[in-house]
């Protein structure tokens, strides 16, 4: 049996009796600094229970001979990548009224398949902004017992939205009577609603700030909540010790926001330079889904997005882009984020050329999607880098991704939690 398939066979096994294998080491990689962007060449990892306890030359390690093997020669090694926006219970090819035929089973369902799908893709960590029924918590359950494979969730539990709003349900007339279970008016009605995410396992708040480009009825630059609203679920989620995303496209609803005091602007399409620069003041970090108007237009119509919404895509799209080019300019903090669901699962680092493409260097979209997202989830200390003390999330490309950032849209090794999930180096 070769070496690989012999570690392959160790950490499946572990995986399914939800323990880690006891140690592992990865072998001759060339690993990333992603804070310098330095690269390490011919250099190795020893991973025990699950975090990574030393680097460096292999006659360094201190190896008694009893360690699991994988050969990384040639490779090139980060931390697991991680997507602060990403909606695992949805599919790509569901959108509009086909959504209406949608169970909250079915949904959760797909989530599992998503889950496995995106973690393969090399991220190993996911902000889930909004899942009906609380079926992101389930799913960040499940993975953290070992019941299934996926990457590591912070669920936001169910969106919270303004009647009629963008995170409402306004696809039916008023006989059948349907509001998302998010939805709220009033500064007291929202902080329950806070409150009631938090008592049911979410991890963070999503509320919707403007209009939106797939909902129905909805102006993309309106503003959602009053500033009196969105300063209460701020002021209750921080209480409670969890951070709050906007959805906010409009620049209004985006300026609100952030003096409200969010933790980020997800879209932030239509951010003008006066919010840049307050952005940049507070710390607020821009999630900036780059990618995914292509997806919008090209394939959005056969997947069942309205009329209404590819129109409202049109207008937006190359606005957001240019919006990243200037934010990136100014030096705001840029998350990495995709709105994975609304295209298809897996495809996450399809975003980084295109944040390349709009003024980032390759490394700064490496460090949106490392050391950025993990200081805005709030998990620094453990997650984001390759560094003595972290949890061993590493993955491995072929090249050299500071050269060519497309080779983070096919990974080739990924290990989440010390356990391998995915090897085909070599092939």
Known sequence: MSLRLTALSVAA???????????????????????????MTGNSILVEDGRIVALGGEDSLGLDGTETVIDMKGAYVLPGLSDSHVHLTSRHDDHGYRSLAISLPRATISGVANAETTLKAGFTTVRNVGAAGYSDVALRDAIMDGEIPGPRVIPAGVALGITGGHCDMNLLPKEYDATSEGVADGPWAVRQKVRENFKYGAEVIKY????????????????????????AIVDEAHALGMKVAVHAHGTKGIRTAIEAGVDSVEHASLIDDESIALARKQGTYLSMDVYVSDFILSEG?????????????????????????????????????????????????????????????????????????????GMADTIGAIEVGKEADIIAVGGNPLDDVRELEDVDFVMADGVVHSNELGE
């Open 208 to 231: 919707c700030g403007t209009g939106g480009v797939l909902s129905k009825g909805t102006k993309i630059g309106a503003q959602q909540f009053t500033a009196e609203e969105m300063a």
């Open 301 to 377: 119509e056969e997947a069942g997005i309205l009329p209404e919404s590819l129109d409202k895509e049109r207008e937006v799209g190359r606005a957001q882009r240019e919006s990243f080019k200037r934010a990136v300019e100014a030096g705001a903090k840029m998350a990495f984020g995709t709105d994975a669901g609304v295209y298809q699962h897996g495809l996450n680092g399809r975003q980084f050329a295109y944040m390349v493409e709009w003024g980032m260097t390759p490394l700064q979209a490496i460090q949106a999607a490392t050391i950025n997202n993990a200081d805005l989830f």
């Open 13 to 39: 096994l572990s995986f399914a009796m939800g323990a880690h294998a006891e140690k592992t080491v990865l072998s001759g990689g060339n690993i990333i600094d992603v804070r310098t962007g330095n690269v």
